[in-house]
């Protein structure tokens, strides 16, 4: 396991994706590799994987590229982002957050 650094000082970052046993889907490994990571000594971290595949990073920062992303390496960055602005801020940035809509109550009739 030393190919992925030293466990005191490395932190590993899971996406909390899963298809939740669909037909047609392969099981994904998430929990395999939390756990195989967790017994080798490695702190394991699931991170909110919400739009990190779909969000631009530099159209975020005020400048306009006209650019095919591969959807795994833009989430990579993305993912990487959201941790960086986490631990700085001790939230995850807005652009990356799940609205959930207010609930509407229509009365009793």
């Keep these: ?13 899971i996406g ?3 298809v939740n046993s669909q037909k047609c889907h392969a099981p994904t ?4 590799f939390r756990t195989m ?3 080798a000594g490695y702190a394991v ?7 990190t595949s779909e969000t631009c990073q530099l159209n975020l920062n005020g400048k306009v590229v006209n650019r095919l992303w591969n959807r795994d390496d ?8 959201v941790v960086m602005e986490t631990l700085q801020n001790n939230e995850p940035p807005t652009r990356f957050r ?5 609930p ?5 009739k």
């Design 1 to 13: 396991m030393m190919k992925f650094g030293d466990p005191t000082t490395t932190c590993i970052l």
């Design 16 to 18: 909390d994706w899963s």
């Design 29 to 32: 490994k998430g929990k395999g």
């Design 37 to 39: 990571f967790r017994r």
């Design 45 to 51: 971290h699931l991170v909110n994987e919400h739009k």
């Design 74 to 81: 833009l989430a990579t960055m993305n993912i990487k982002s």
């Design 98 to 102: 799940k609205i959930t809509p207010e």
């Design 104 to 108: 509407v109550f229509a009365g009793f």
